[in-house]
C-alpha cells in the first residue's frame, strides 16, 4: 500500500541563534501597496509552512550556508521590498501592505544530525519539524507580523534544511518559488534577479460594479445538520504522509476504464484520497461532500498575467456529490467529478471569485464536507539551489486541517512517486489507512458504470 511515517519515527535537537530581522540591503519605496482581491480571501489569511533539505556539497566546502543565504536574502529584497513590509487592513478589511522596510524574520541553527539519518523522515511531517522552524513567539499573526519567517539549519558533516513560513495573503506556491529563486541568483553572483519581480495586483481585482456569473460550490455556506460533515479538532489531529510509488499509483490506473480518457496522475491520487477520507469519516450518504482542486490560472489561455507577477493567482472550483455515490461508485465517478471541475475555470470564473469577494465581503471557503488539494509537483522547490545543488526533498512541511498537497519525492529505496500529507483525528485515521490499503491492491473496478454524471 501507499507508505506512510510517523512524526514520532525520530528525535534530534537543534540549537538556534536568537532571531533577526533581515532588511533590504539597499533604500527602498515607503509606500503603501493593495494586494489584489484574489489575495485577499478570508481563506487565504493562514500560515503556510515549507521546507527544504539539501545535501553536502565538495564545491562548496568552507562556505556557510547560512551566511550565504542571510546576505542573498537581504540583496533579493530590494526588489520584492513588500515582503519586508507588514499588512494592514483598509475600508472594509481591505488588506495592504505598508512597505516599512522592517524585514523578514531569519534564524541561524545547527542540527545534530545528518541528512542520512533522516531518511525518508524528511517527507511531511518531519520530525522535529518545531525545531527546524521555531515559531517565534508573537511573528504569526496576519496583520502587523513579518510576512516571511526562514530558519536555516546546518546539519552534521555539511548539509543544511532551509525552513520558511509563509503569510499566504502576499503570494502563492508560484510566486515564492520565483522569490527563492532570486534569493539563489543573488547568492551564485548575479547583480538582479532573472526575471524581475512584477506587483500590477490590480489585475486580479473586482470589476466595478462587480457581477457573480458563475457558480461557486467552494464558498456555498453549509449547515452540518446531521452532524457528519467531517468535523475537526485542530488540537486532535494526527498527521501522515503517504508515499504512492510506481506500484500504486499503477493499482490504482488500473482500476479505471480505457473510456475515461487521459488522467494525471494528481488527479488519480486526489480522487483516491477523497474517497478513502469520505469513507473513514462516515459520512451520512446524503450528504453533500466537495473537493476543492487549487488551479493555478498563470499561463492560462485569456489571462494577461505578465511573467515576474507574483500574487497569488488561483482559485478553487468545487466537486460536489453526495457522500454515498462518492464511497459506493467506482474511483472512475471522483475523478470524472474532479476534470468537470477544473473545467469550470476560466478568465471569467476567476473574474467572478474577485466579485463575489467583493459582494459577500469576503467569505472563507466552504468547511464542513470540504477537502482541498493542491498539486506543487510542477512548481520547482527542490530544483531551487543556492549553490549546494537541488533539494532532496523541497514543498509542504506538513498538511493544513482540512488542506493536502502533492508533492514529489524520492524514498530511500531510489523509488520515485509522489507523497500526500493529511491529518484526520485518531480513529478517522485508522479507517482511512485501512480504506487506503484496499484501494492501492485493487486491480479490477468494483463494476463497470456508465453515465455516472
Not at 38 to 65: A, C, H, T
Not at 75 to 82: E, S, T
Not at 99 to 121: K, R, S
Not at 188 to 217: C, F, V
Request: overall charge neutral; aromatic content about 10%.
Amino acid at each position: 500500500m501507499a507508505s506512510s511515517v510517523s512524526s514520532a519515527a525520530l528525535v534530534f535537537s537543534v540549537k538556534r541563534c536568537d532571531p533577526e530581522f533581515i532588511r533590504p540591503a539597499k533604500p527602498t519605496p515607503r509606500e503603501v501597496k493593495q494586494l489584489s482581491d484574489i489575495d485577499d480571501q478570508e481563506g487565504v489569511r493562514f500560515q503556510i509552512p515549507l521546507i527544504m533539505f539539501y545535501p553536502s556539497n565538495p564545491l562548496m566546502k568552507g562556505k556557510d550556508p547560512v551566511k550565504v543565504i542571510r546576505e542573498a536574502l537581504g540583496k533579493a529584497l530590494v526588489y520584492y521590498y513588500p515582503f519586508a513590509g507588514r499588512l494592514i487592513e483598509g475600508e472594509n478589511r481591505k488588506l495592504m501592505v505598508d512597505c516599512t522596510g522592517e524585514g523578514v524574520l531569519f534564524i541561524e541553527a545547527d542540527a545534530d544530525t545528518t541528512l542520512e539519518n533522516l531518511g525518508d523522515a524528511i517527507q511531511p511531517m518531519c520530525p522535529c519539524f518545531e525545531e527546524l522552524l521555531y515559531d517565534v513567539p508573537g511573528s504569526g499573526e496576519i496583520l502587523g507580523s513579518p510576512l516571511i519567517l526562514i530558519q536555516v539549519t546546518r546539519l552534521r558533516y555539511g548539509g543544511f534544511v532551509f525552513a520558511l513560513r509563509l503569510n499566504h495573503t502576499i503570494t502563492d506556491g508560484a510566486g515564492l518559488i520565483q522569490f527563492l529563486n532570486a534569493i539563489s541568483d543573488m547568492a551564485k553572483g548575479l547583480s538582479a534577479p532573472s526575471i524581475l519581480p512584477i506587483w500590477q495586483r490590480e489585475l486580479l481585482n473586482a470589476r466595478n460594479p462587480p457581477l457573480i456569473t458563475r457558480m461557486h460550490y467552494e464558498y456555498e455556506e453549509v449547515n452540518n445538520t446531521n452532524k457528519t460533515l467531517m468535523a475537526m479538532d485542530e488540537n486532535n489531529l494526527v498527521h501522515r504522509s503517504f508515499f504512492f510509488g510506481p506500484k500504486e499509483i499503477s493499482a490504482l490506473r488500473n482500476q479505471l476504464p480505457s473510456s475515461l480518457g487521459p488522467c494525471s496522475t494528481f488527479e488519480v491520487l486526489m480522487a483516491c484520497m477523497w474517497k478513502c477520507r469520505t469513507i473513514a469519516f462516515a459520512v451520512d450518504p446524503d450528504e453533500v461532500v466537495r473537493l476543492s482542486c487549487i488551479t493555478n490560472i498563470r499561463g492560462k489561455p485569456g489571462f494577461d498575467l505578465p511573467p515576474g507577477y507574483y500574487g497569488n493567482a488561483f482559485v478553487y472550483p468545487a466537486s460536489i456529490t453526495k457522500a454515498g455515490m462518492l464511497c459506493t461508485y467506482p474511483l472512475e465517478y471522483a475523478i470524472r467529478l474532479l476534470k468537470k471541475a477544473k473545467a469550470e475555470m476560466s478568465k471569467e470564473y476567476v473574474k467572478s471569485v474577485a466579485d463575489l469577494m467583493v459582494i459577500k465581503g469576503r467569505p472563507p471557503f466552504t468547511l464542513p464536507g470540504n477537502y482541498l488539494v493542491s498539486d506543487v509537483t510542477r512548481l520547482g522547490f527542490e530544483d531551487v539551489d543556492y549553490g549546494w545543488g537541488k533539494a532532496v526533498y523541497g514543498g509542504a512541511a506538513r498538511a493544513l486541517s482540512i488542506i493536502s498537497f502533492c508533492m514529489r519525492f524520492k524514498n530511500r529505496k531510489g523509488e520515485e512517486g509522489k507523497v500526500i500529507p493529511i491529518c484526520l483525528p485518531p480513529l478517522v485515521m485508522e479507517r482511512f489507512e485501512h480504506e487506503l490499503k484496499r484501494m492501492t491492491n485493487k486491480v479490477k473496478p468494483d463494476r463497470p458504470t456508465t453515465s455516472m454524471l
